[in-house]
């Protein structure tokens, strides 16, 4: 059993201490937008929000979480896909396939909450998951236009 | 404009009795929106293209697959375009690869691979857009009793201005369902696109942005069970044996299942249940005949092919090899490419539902109809007993085409457990030790080379592994694999050699290792450029001419060829000196139809690389949507440098050592350039986008190294060269 606070909901969830919170969204609470891709937090396709700093679900037992932690999903970002990141994702149609972008989103918008001005070479240090696709250079101009906002800086 | 006579089969086929919707007692499990998409099944379809429902919605039915290239957009603007609707009222849906069949494949191949989704297909999906449009007319035409010739439309409005009537397609939709097809359709000049041809956003942005997507991996469906699988890592093993009992204790466990003889799989209520049960499971593999393949025993292999007597030809002008004999001064080098896994961020997965009657697969899959006959055939029932849904990919890159390995296992899971639907997903483990890998080969280049830097003589023999002897033997011709020489052959609108040579011998030394190979993004494109494009530079520098003047002499009968390099020469101001520190290489080729060139600037601090920048040029003949056309490009530079910066499969034992993105890197953002995208159609052709631009990311880097550096690097990947 695992008592966690998601997306502002506290939740109980019967599962072993032990399952990674990803797997305890994706299954137990039905929240697939936070995506599987590696299992050893390499990619960051499996990014979340955890006190508002971006972390990597995948390998993150839920133990090892408390209720009093914020946990914030791309679900929960924002209610209707209006974070200045996705607005600023939207506006430069940043996605291909897809996959990796709840991930890379959240990560950007986890910099954005601690560096609300970051440099290119933040932005190279900070943003560090995997997209086969190619959207690398459209990730880092629209990270630029949700700067600009200044909402960017909320936490999701 | 062109009259097209229109052939029955492409979009009239079993039209007359069919619905919009696809409601036809499939069980769709999709989450709320995408059920509520496929719920009005009421209203007709215009045509297998087209759908138009009374609230002026269109439906465009795109038959290939959307995996992140944005072909889903690009056909629906074709469709749109000739049916004269309104852009903002535009969606789409994919038919199933068993309504193509029973409507004798009235959509066309499904096939979505080898940068052949929109320029395969432009033709009858506008003319099924065209005739639509030819019928919504009629349709009201008829209803005010006035000739059709007499009515006009823009944005699914129809007007009749000698009697001032209008309607819309909404309102004329259910009568124009019932009106013959013409026999013949007029589609535009693409000059006069509206639609067509202009920067517009992607269709399928936004659900991307909210996590509201639903891919493969996410799919659930009402008693679903979960699915994780253990195949057997050596090349050509098996499985040998597995102790259930240590397993099924666990929580959540229901079942361990043997699938075929190589694999076996625990399912359990949730996959993470499944995966930590089949972790605990003990198994032996069998490791088969191959257990003392290497890396090194491959290239050994290899290296035999570079001078062997025999050889399938591709190119052959004059006399070569007498000419090479016969010359003052040769000049040889040999290149290597290594095994690259294709590393789709989504891993596959497969979802089934088996009972002896019937059989359902939902699956990303970048051909709806191979996922069918696999399907078909695990399931043990005909293929008018099966379906399969599609569900946009999470990357596909050529690994969920010819490949439905996935599916075939799904499908043995399901028929265990008859009833019950069964997600299958693999870990990155299992992607990468199951991949059916980017083939390796290596080449011996020789050339003869003049005074006046002239090459009189060029010799290119290929060693390495046929895709085709694998994948798709009836494809083999003679023996031979033609698309090993992808960009080498000569004259050929798929991709000509861009160099003229009075004497050359382009051949193929067929050496397959016990290794799957597969089409991977670009294919042999890819390193048959690096071959061609490294080595001409190297024969500028032995012959103290300038790399792109060097080209031009060569070049002089190849001007599509010529103008897009002499366009990303420009844009990188070769003409110009470099900033200080950097170092410029240039590259071109022509494949998938398209002509492609790079020119990339870069330095080299203290044996640190640093991609500054890249200019592409690429020539396609039409552009669909030059928006995604520049995400094409600059994705190619990811999938192109991350194989020549990090990329790289290798052998010990009899099976890959590679596991997951840890020792499998990948390029990130720190190391991605800034790409400018510089498209230059020149009309009468159609080429492909996805695929041709990544050749020529690592040579023209390759070249800019050399001229950093002057190291010249000829076995990838990059990480395993010193540049200091």
């Given at each position: 059993m695992a008592r966690l606070t998601i997306n502002g909901t506290t939740r109980d969830v019967d599962v072993d201490p032990e399952t990674p919170l990803l797997w305890v969204l994706r299954e137990q609470l039905g929240m697939t937008g936070t995506k599987f891709g590696c299992g050893i937090a390499v990619c960051g396709a499996c990014t979340v929000h955890v006190d508002g700093v971006a972390t990597r679900s995948c390998v993150l037992p839920v133990s090892a979480l408390t209720p009093e932690q914020a946990i914030v999903t791309i679900e929960g970002l924002s209610p209707d896909g209006s974070h200045p990141v996705q607005q600023a994702w939207l506006e430069l149609d940043v996605p291909q396939c897809g996959y990796c972008q709840p991930g890379m989103i959240m990560a950007a918008a986890g910099l954005l909450a601690a560096n609300p001005n970051p440099s290119d070479d933040d932005i190279s240090a900070e943003i560090t998951n995997i997209c086969r696709c190619g959207t690398y250079n459209r990730v880092r101009v629209a990270i630029k236009l949700a700067a600009a906002d200044n909402d960017a800086t909320r936490n999701g | 404009m062109t009259r097209v006579q229109l052939s029955r089969r492409h979009f009239v086929a079993g039209s007359a009795a069919a619905l919009g919707g696809f409601s036809l007692g499939f069980h769709v499990p999709f989450q709320a929106k995408a059920a509520a998409d496929a719920a009005p099944a009421e209203v007709p379809e215009i045509n297998a293209w087209v759908v138009i429902h009374p609230d002026e919605t269109v439906v465009v039915r795109v038959a290939r697959s959307e995996m992140g290239q944005g072909t889903l957009t690009g056909l629906a603007q074709l469709v749109a375009e000739e049916l004269e609707c309104d852009w903002a009222n535009v969606t789409t849906e994919y038919p199933t690869p068993g309504q193509n069949i029973a409507r004798d494949r009235v959509w066309g191949s499904f096939s979505t691979g080898g940068s052949r989704g929109i320029r395969d297909s432009h033709d009858y999906v506008r003319q099924g857009g065209a005739a639509a449009r030819e019928m919504l007319i009629a349709a009201a035409a008829a209803e005010w009793d006035v000739p059709a010739a007499e009515c006009q439309v823009e944005k699914g409005v129809i007007s009749h201005p000698g009697s001032g009537r209008t309607t819309t397609y909404g309102k004329v939709a259910q009568a124009a369902a019932a009106v013959s097809p013409p026999a013949e359709v007029q589609l535009k000049d693409p000059k006069d696109w509206k639609i067509a041809g202009q920067p517009l956003p992607r269709l399928d942005t936004r659900d991307k942005l909210t996590g509201r997507q639903v891919y493969g991996a996410d799919l659930v469906m009402p008693g679903m069970v979960n699915a994780a699988i253990k195949a057997c890592p050596y090349f050509g093993g098996r499985l040998a044996g597995f102790d259930a009992q240590a397993v099924t204790g666990m929580p959540g466990v229901q079942r361990v299942?043997?699938?075929?003889?190589?694999?076996?799989?625990?399912?359990?209520?949730?996959?993470?249940?499944?995966?930590?049960?089949?972790?605990?499971?003990?198994?032996?593999?069998?490791?088969?005949?191959?257990?003392?393949?290497?890396?090194?025993?491959?290239?050994?292999?290899?290296?035999?092919?570079?001078?062997?007597?025999?050889?399938?030809?591709?190119?052959?002008?004059?006399?070569?090899?007498?000419?090479?004999?016969?010359?003052?001064?040769?000049?040889?080098?040999?290149?290597?490419?290594?095994?690259?896994?294709?590393?789709?961020?989504?891993?596959?997965?497969?979802?089934?539902?088996?009972?002896?009657?019937?059989?359902?697969?939902?699956?990303?899959?970048?051909?709806?109809?191979?996922?069918?006959?696999?399907?078909?055939?695990?399931?043990?029932?005909?293929?008018?007993?099966?379906?399969?849904?599609?569900?946009?990919?999470?990357?596909?890159?050529?690994?969920?085409?010819?490949?439905?390995?996935?599916?075939?296992?799904?499908?043995?899971?399901?028929?265990?457990?008859?009833?019950?639907?069964?997600?299958?997903?693999?870990?990155?483990?299992?992607?990468?030790?199951?991949?059916?890998?980017?083939?390796?080969?290596?080449?011996?280049?020789?050339?003869?080379?003049?005074?006046?830097?002239?090459?009189?003589?060029?010799?290119?023999?290929?060693?390495?592994?046929?895709?085709?002897?694998?994948?798709?033997?009836?494809?083999?011709?003679?023996?031979?694999?033609?698309?090993?020489?992808?960009?080498?052959?000569?004259?050929?609108?798929?991709?000509?050699?861009?160099?003229?040579?009075?004497?050359?011998?382009?051949?193929?030394?067929?050496?397959?290792?016990?290794?799957?190979?597969?089409?991977?993004?670009?294919?042999?494109?890819?390193?048959?450029?690096?071959?061609?494009?490294?080595?001409?530079?190297?024969?500028?520098?032995?012959?103290?001419?300038?790399?792109?003047?060097?080209?031009?002499?060569?070049?002089?009968?190849?001007?599509?060829?010529?103008?897009?390099?002499?366009?990303?020469?420009?844009?990188?101001?070769?003409?110009?000196?470099?900033?200080?520190?950097?170092?410029?290489?240039?590259?071109?080729?022509?494949?998938?139809?398209?002509?492609?060139?790079?020119?990339?600037?870069?330095?080299?601090?203290?044996?640190?690389?640093?991609?500054?920048?890249?200019?592409?040029?690429?020539?396609?003949?039409?552009?669909?949507?030059?928006?995604?056309?520049?995400?094409?490009?600059?994705?190619?530079?990811?999938?192109?440098?991350?194989?020549?910066?990090?990329?790289?499969?290798?052998?010990?034992?009899?099976?890959?050592?590679?596991?997951?993105?840890?020792?499998?890197?990948?390029?990130?953002?720190?190391?991605?350039?800034?790409?400018?995208?510089?498209?230059?159609?020149?009309?009468?052709?159609?080429?492909?986008?996805?695929?041709?631009?990544?050749?020529?990311?690592?040579?023209?880097?390759?070249?800019?190294?050399?001229?950093?550096?002057?190291?010249?690097?000829?076995?990838?990947?990059?990480?395993?060269?010193?540049?200091?």
């Open positions: - | 299942i043997q699938v075929d003889d190589t694999a076996v799989a625990v399912v359990a209520d949730t996959w993470w249940r499944a995966k930590t049960a089949l972790d605990a499971l003990p198994i032996t593999w069998d490791e088969g005949p191959n257990r003392d393949l290497s890396s090194a025993s491959i290239q050994a292999m290899l290296e035999e092919g570079l001078d062997a007597a025999d050889a399938f030809i591709g190119a052959e002008a004059g006399d070569a090899r007498g000419a090479l004999a016969g010359a003052e001064r040769t000049v040889s080098a040999v290149y290597a490419f290594p095994y690259q896994n294709h590393a789709t961020m989504e891993p596959m997965n497969a979802t089934a539902v088996w009972t002896p009657e019937r059989c359902e697969v939902w699956v990303p899959t970048q051909n709806g109809e191979s996922s069918l006959a696999v399907a078909a055939e695990a399931a043990g029932l005909p293929v008018d007993k099966c379906e399969v849904h599609k569900i946009h990919l999470g990357g596909g890159f050529g690994r969920r085409g010819n490949f439905q390995d996935y599916v075939r296992q799904a499908v043995g899971i399901a028929r265990e457990m008859p009833g019950t639907p069964v997600k299958l997903l693999w870990t990155r483990e299992e992607d990468m030790l199951h991949g059916n890998y980017h083939p390796t080969t290596r080449c011996k280049l020789t050339a003869a080379l003049g005074p006046d830097g002239e090459v009189s003589a060029l010799h290119m023999r290929i060693s390495g592994q046929s895709i085709l002897a694998s994948v798709r033997p009836e494809g083999m011709v003679g023996g031979r694999d033609p698309v090993v020489f992808q960009g080498l052959v000569l004259d050929n609108p798929e991709g000509s050699f861009g160099y003229a040579v009075p004497n050359l011998l382009i051949d193929h030394a067929m050496r397959n290792p016990p290794v799957p190979p597969g089409f991977w993004r670009g294919v042999n494109l890819n390193q048959n450029a690096i071959y061609v494009e490294c080595f001409i530079d190297e024969l500028a520098h032995a012959a103290g001419v300038e790399p792109l003047a060097f080209r031009r002499r060569l070049m002089a009968n190849h001007p599509q060829h010529l103008a897009v390099l002499e366009a990303a020469a420009n844009g990188i101001g070769w003409n110009e000196p470099a900033p200080a520190g950097r170092h410029r290489g240039i590259a071109q080729i022509m494949g998938f139809g398209s002509y492609v060139a790079a020119a990339a600037e870069v330095s080299v601090t203290d044996g640190q690389l640093r991609i500054h920048r890249i200019v592409a040029a690429t020539d396609p003949g039409h552009v669909v949507n030059p928006a995604q056309v520049e995400r094409q490009v600059e994705g190619s530079f990811v999938y192109g440098l991350s194989a020549a910066l990090y990329g790289e499969c290798t052998v010990s034992g009899g099976r890959m050592e590679q596991e997951n993105f840890d020792s499998y890197q990948v390029m990130l953002m720190d190391s991605m350039p800034e790409v400018e995208t510089i498209i230059m159609p020149s009309g009468g052709f159609w080429g492909g986008v996805g695929e041709p631009t990544i050749a020529v990311a690592a040579p023209a880097v390759l070249n800019a190294i050399f001229a950093a550096t002057g190291k010249r690097i000829r076995t990838l990947p990059l990480k395993n060269h010193d540049l200091a």
